[in-house]
């Protein structure tokens, strides 16, 4: 571990935002010789201008821009303005990573630079909600420890490879689990911020919320062995109850399709119930997220949908994404929840849902 400190070190650097609001700081590191640099969305504070200053391992004091922001993924990326050579990290396969993997977390906590601490990966799969109001699918959950300006910072494999960037903190008595956004999402999110200076992500243009499913769906679906298959015809031959799945007691509900979006011009209504899209069950509002926010604009996405749920029939719908520009409802344009406590600067995981959402 020695060796991968001294090779990555140099690379890591303190930040330093200052703005109108306030002063803050975190980690970040730089990705590539000509000095661009990752850090959180979170550790830049509130959209708007700020000054943003970069600390390197050898004590240049560097100013870096803002190339852009993508809060749906809590990431932001930023140019150092140097004249000379910059140390950069290289990159890994996050979706190589398995439990048990032992990984390096490097950054500024409490104002100390150049902080190291290990551990290994706890999980991966995991989902972690934004400060957006989005889910960011895949993070890599971990035992490293994380504290107060480690926000931006790299989570590193045995070979000094990037693989995540380190996120958020749950406090638990018997110590922190901490929380990175995997490298490979990373790399999404600063190739659209290079080419567009912005993440666009594809919209089904619906207001939605998940609901527990209607009694004669649950019977026409099988969803409960006791209940009889009486009152299923709507939906015999359709396929749903194989792609719906037992043990899903809920399904996503269309309250409202603002006009000129996707799914108003192919005629979806509120009171749709959608179970599917593209054969894929979405039993709640994050799985249409998922589904949907990994697709671009323009594409044409399947939905199952079922109308009169009292006995109605399923219908496939064609639905042409729109675009969705992230910093205005991440993803699928969902709206984060009323009241929701914003992730300070070295946050701690917070979950919460809304009733209605956008998508």
């Known amino acids: 571990m020695t060796g991968v400190v001294e090779r990555c070190g140099p690379a890591t650097v303190a930040v330093g935002v200052s703005a109108s609001g306030g002063e ?13 640099m990752v850090t959180n969305d979170h550790v830049l504070g509130p959209p708007g201008e700020v000054k943003v200053l970069a600390r390197l391992e050898d004590g240049r ?22 004249p000379g050579f910059v140390p950069h990290l ?8 398995r439990v048990g993997q032992l990984v390096v977390a490097i950054g500024n906590p409490l104002g100390f630079s150049s902080t190291v601490t290990a551990g290994v990966v706890s999980a991966v799969g995991r989902s972690l909600r934004s400060q957006s109001g989005r889910l960011v699918d895949n993070v890599i959950q971990s035992d490293v420890g994380l504290n107060p300006g480690n926000s931006g910072g790299p989570l590193l494999d045995a070979r000094g490879r990037v693989v995540g960037v380190n996120t958020a903190i749950i406090k638990a008595p018997g110590g922190n689990f901490s929380f ?30 998940s609901q527990p499913v209607p009694p004669a769906l649950a019977r026409a679906l099988g969803l409960n062995p006791a209940v009889s298959a009486a009152g299923s015809s709507g939906l015999q031959g359709s396929g749903l109850g194989a792609t719906f799945g037992k043990g899903s007691n809920t399904v996503v509900q269309v309250v409202e ?14 009171g749709d119930l959608l179970l599917a899209v593209d054969g894929e069950r979405v039993p709640t509002l994050d799985d249409l997220y998922r589904i949907v926010g990994a697709k671009s604009a323009g594409t044409v996405v399947h939905l199952s949908v079922l109308r009169d749920a009292g006995g109605g029939t399923a219908e496939n719908v064609a639905v042409v994404l729109g675009e969705t520009a992230a910093g205005r409802g991440g993803s699928t344009g969902l ?25």
Not at 90 to 97: P, Q, V
Not at 335 to 359: D, F, N
Request: proline share 12%.
């Open 24 to 36: 803050g700081q975190g980690s970040g590191f730089v990705i590539s010789p000509d000095g661009y």
């Open 61 to 82: 004091m560097l100013p870096a821009e803002v190339v852009g922001r993508d809060p749906p993924t809590d990431l932001a990326l930023c140019k150092l303005d140097s």
């Open 90 to 97: 290289e990159r890994g396969d996050s979706t190589a990573l």
């Open 180 to 209: 990175s956004v995997p490298v490979n999402t990373m790399d999404f999110v600063v190739s659209e911020l290079i080419s567009r200076g912005e993440v666009r992500r594809g919209t089904l243009g619906i207001i939605g919320r």
């Open 257 to 270: 399709t603002p006009a000129g979006g996707g799914a108003a011009a192919a005629g979806v209504r509120p």
């Open 335 to 359: 709206v984060p929840p009323p009241g929701r406590i914003p992730l300070p600067r070295a946050p701690e995981l917070t979950v919460s849902r809304t009733s209605a959402a956008k998508s």
